[in-house]
């Protein structure tokens, strides 16, 4: 049987218990999953004085394989549709850390990680390449969220990352 869909998980780090996003900023993997489709799943509202004086913020997630026996093999993660808000856009890096290795906790939302190379490819074919994901193992991801000087404040912003790869049947 193939790895099917709710095997895929995108999930939360900053230790094995934690249930908010805005810890997600590196070290173990959480067992905690994103909510897709919900707001504030991952960042919170950009305030009008982090509008006016602009932002950037960085989540640390974990691509996580929850198959019991199969690898999820050649994975590809892209961004499939990037910000709504005006002012504001995503990237996203591979995590510094090997595939099931915890990647390094940075200080605060607002410091870059060390080692990670951030773009905001638009398709699988020009996604970032992972490689082969164990069963039960995982890869570190980090999204980067710009908002740039004198945009305007928005409630409602969100992102869409989408990673495929195969597996056996």
């Known amino acids: 049987m193939a790895i099917i869909s709710s095997e895929i998980q ?5 230790g094995a218990s934690n249930s908010a996003p805005g810890s997600s900023i ?3 993997k959480s067992s905690t999953s994103i909510t897709t489709a919900t707001l504030n799943n991952l960042w919170d509202n950009v305030s009008g004085d982090e509008a006016a004086a602009g932002d950037t913020e960085y989540r640390c997630v974990y691509l996580h394989n929850a198959n019991a026996t199969l690898t999820w093999e050649q994975v590809t993660v892209w961004i499939s549709a990037n910000t709504p808000a005006a002012g504001t ?5 591979l995590g510094a850390a090997a595939v099931n290795a915890t990647e390094t906790a940075v200080a605060n939302e607002g410091v870059a990680p060390a080692g990670v190379t ?7 074919a020009g996604g970032l390449l992972i490689g082969d994901i164990p069963a039960g193992q995982a890869k570190a991801i980090w999204i980067k969220r ?4 004198g ?3 928005y409630n409602a912003d969100s992102v869409v990352i ?3 790869g195969d597996s056996a049947s």
């Open 10 to 14: 995108f999930r939360l780090s900053g």
């Open 146 to 149: 710009v908002v740039t000087a």
């Open 162 to 164: 989408q990673a495929e």
């Open 89 to 93: 856009t995503c990237e996203i890096g």
């Open 26 to 28: 590196g070290g173990t």
């Open 151 to 153: 945009a305007a404040a």
């Open 118 to 124: 951030f773009s905001a490819p638009t398709s699988k």
